[in-house]
């Protein structure tokens, strides 16, 4: 029972994900390519597929998060865990433009957004 609620929550927390980066992405579309560079800055890659023309920006990398180390007792013995390290994350912003408007869009990653009160996060939307 516990796994059938942890499977549910965990669906729900990725479905809601998906819709504020769905969100995210069509809240551009109809927009100039320039409107666009303003608030996100320049792609971090273009590219030409099947004579369309796609522009990436990638917030990828690492974080460390440090390392904790908990101790307890069974009474005889002393057990330890060690929780943290680094993490590896991504959040890639994929674009379609037609003759220099937004058309379409897509995400990929681990981490989108992540965390939309930050800055540049805080931005992604109009």
């Known amino acids: 029972m516990k796994k059938l609620l942890l499977i549910a929550l965990l669906a729900g927390c990725a479905a809601q994900t998906n819709e504020t980066m769905d969100t995210v992405l069509s809240s551009w579309y109809g927009s100039s390519v ?3 560079i303003a608030r996100w800055g320049y792609p971090d890659v ?3 597929v099947a004579g369309r ?5 990638d ?6 998060f440090g390392y904790d180390t908990y101790g307890y007792t069974d009474g005889y013995n002393v057990y330890a865990t060690t929780t943290g390290g680094p993490r590896a994350y991504s959040c890639v912003r994929q674009l379609e433009v037609d003759r ?8 990929k990653g681990n981490n989108c957004p992540f965390n939309l009160s930050l800055p540049p996060y805080n931005e992604w939307p109009k």
Request: glycine share 16%; charged share 30%.
């Open 34 to 36: 320039d409107e666009v």
């Open 46 to 48: 273009e590219r030409n």
């Open 53 to 57: 023309q796609l522009l990436e920006w």
């Open 59 to 64: 917030k990828s990398g690492v974080v460390n």
């Open 100 to 107: 220099g408007v937004i058309v379409g869009g897509d995400w």
